[in-house]
């Protein structure tokens, strides 16, 4: 399944799934990353790693080892 | 009766602003027991009967950070009479999740949409009494910034309190979801006194908190018979209970905030635009760079050096130049009285051992004073002729003759010393250990204060968010924050701002791994030492500086990894997911008060370590048994001391790192007072037969050599660093632990280039050689080895 991490620049998608558990997971859904929340993917930081991200109307920086775990709805 | 009002907000919602309108300066800035997290309270200015805690900046109250434990522990333990909920008016939809937890707690709560100002100015249009309505809670708006309505909702939040009338949440969950936390309530919580909270409980139960299950001592029976209700909803929901409430609280935000909320069609903002370029993939760097070297170039080279030497030299030295008038001219005809008196002396050196008169050219040592390396010039008779005809027509310049000179606070005391006809003991303990001690606290703020001002406007105006974003990649490999680089860049200047500097990393581990590596990186006052270390062993090579420099590096990333996997730094895994909070203008008395409020805190909480070590070194040093007797001793009867005694019984434990004797040991130590006395130990000791540098020489192998040299970098940093070190672990078992690491890890380092490096420089293997390997191999494997504490 398509995750937030193989997501390009400029693309807005949809969560469908959160995988992973904790701390981690439970941060994520805390900043307002659930189910069926549009994500638009900002920019990647100069050194390639982590990515920002607009979500319910403020940024995010999230490491695509975490963005790994948001799972995106297919269209 | 008082009332304690607490604020409760995300981060970047402006609520420290709010905090300081309402309290002015009746503030009382201290920690959570036990814990890094800052704790303030302060009265209202309106109403000193009203108190009000300003909780951390949070963004939910799960049981994952420091933070949020600290809060809802407050919340739930302490009960305060009524909670003010901050939320940020341009990021309604985070800030109401926070809120929908707040109202199940049981107490009366206001909510301020605070920095109204900014919504209007984008055009968006919020209807708060629509708000209101849905949530159940009075809902005022405010700008902090611009003192609106800040009066209205303290009134509120009192009048609230008074009445004492628990809030109950208006939003239920999922008939499934509120069906399973029915059965929780009937199961456990019927006997908790308080039944307003009794939701908040069950639904904590029901997100299966480890720490509310511990809290309430649920027997294991009791919680596998939760575990039923919570899978079966699970089960019926197809997600997992966190994920189920966490879903239902944002989705139940986005029900009611469509009817409250009108945005102004969306263009870019004016801090999408700055961050358009200050984060751009290819000017991201070259931007990042320039800040740096400003907040360097200002707070450690110029402005922070000033700064540092006027209140070490100056306030706190025999005395300054008001405004530097005449700090160049007195500095001018300084020198040119001490090298003509150079020459002079030179002349008289020359006949005291030759026993006659130079007939020619003879040549003189010039010592720099920093290194106490000595280099020999020519004179020719001619030179000797006008320096003599100078000393003899002029006298030594005095500061005092140029411009307005302001003597030292060590002046003062000591004339009044002299005309109360003060004992030379007490003379000495209060004005080269008391004075001195409160001299090596006080020289490091002003400095520090330059640096705090740069942090604060960083950090508020919302660049420091971006400079984690920038250098996340490199730094967290090491167990670090991106934030990290800060303080090791201002580290490189001086340790004591550089540790102090780590407040601005949020998470409690990145924090502390920064604290215990800062010192790793030579600072400022080191580098005399480092000079002098190449000068006399290594015959002044290039290479010993950027050495040095390495090994500091190298030892923070070695530190890093190997630490990270030790069961030290164990625990959940911290989640990087950070906000990058809009760019706006900080205000001056927010960024000044910030400045003051971590000036002081280093004051107060450093200052009695500092002060009272380096008294204990000072006594040491110059109290000792000459022939029989227990004095005073000058400054080179250091031989004498207890401290010659201290490091003759403690220089066993440098044996095996090539410089176990008393000379060595003793220079270590001194150096704890401020690394570059080790300059000045060393040459009193060494200098009092003969050339410093030359026995010196004598004294070490170039093995030895670099090995003390790496010792002494790595070690435990100075008295005034360690406070700091205290100062911001806040935790006596991780300050001990802190500085055990610098010094264990130093002596291996030690181990390591005195025994391999043997090897290399001509010494052939030895026995000793096996143990240097040994502990090579140990680096490797703390580097390699699995990590079993994290994923």
Redesign the interface.
Known sequence: MKTLRDVSVGETVTVA??TG????????????I????EIYVR????????V?ITV????????KA?AEMILLKED | MGIRIALAGNPNCGKTTLFNALTGSNQFVGNWPGVTVEYKEGKFKGDKEVTIVDLPGIYSLSPYTLEEVVSRNYLIDEKPDAIINVIDGTNLERNLYLTTQIVELGIPVVIGINMMDVVEKNGDKINAAKLSEEIGVPVYELSALKNRGLKEIVDAAVKAGKEAKPQSPKHRFDGSVEHALAHIEELCLHNISDENVQRWYSIKLFERDEKIQEKLGLSSDVIAHIENDIASCEKEMDDDSESIITGERYNYIGTIINGCVKKASKGMTTSDKIDQIVTNRFLALPIFAVVMFLVYFVSVTTVGTWATDWANDGVFGDGWHLFAIGSADYADAADEFTANQLIVDGYDLYVEENGTEPTGDFEYPVEDEETAAVEYETATLADYEAAAAYVEANEEPDPANYGVWIPGIPVYIEAALDAINCNDVVKGLILDGIVAGVGAVLGFVPQMLVLFIFLAFLESCGYMARVAFIMDRIFRKFGLSGKSFIPMLIGTGCGVPGIMASRTIENDRDRKMTIMTTTFIPCGAKLPFIAMVAGAIFGGAAWVAPAAYFLGIFAIIVSGIMLKKTKLFAGDPAPFVMELPAYHWPTVSNVLRSMWERGWSFIKKAGTIILLSTIVVWFCTFFGVVDGAFTMLEEDQIDHSILATLGRCLAWIFIPLGFGDWEATVASITGLVAKENIVGTLAIIYGASGDVYETMRAAFTDASGFAFLAFNLLCAPCFAAMGAIKREMNNTKWFWTAIGYQCGFAWVIGLIVYQVGKVFTGEGFTFGTIFGIAAICCLVYGLFRKDKYNK
């Open positions: 799934k959160l558990e904790g701390a981690v997971k439970r941060r994520i859904m805390d900043m307002g659930t189910k069926g929340v920019k990647i930081a100069p050194l390639g790693d982590p920002e319910r109307g403020y940024e995010l920086s999230v490491r975490d």
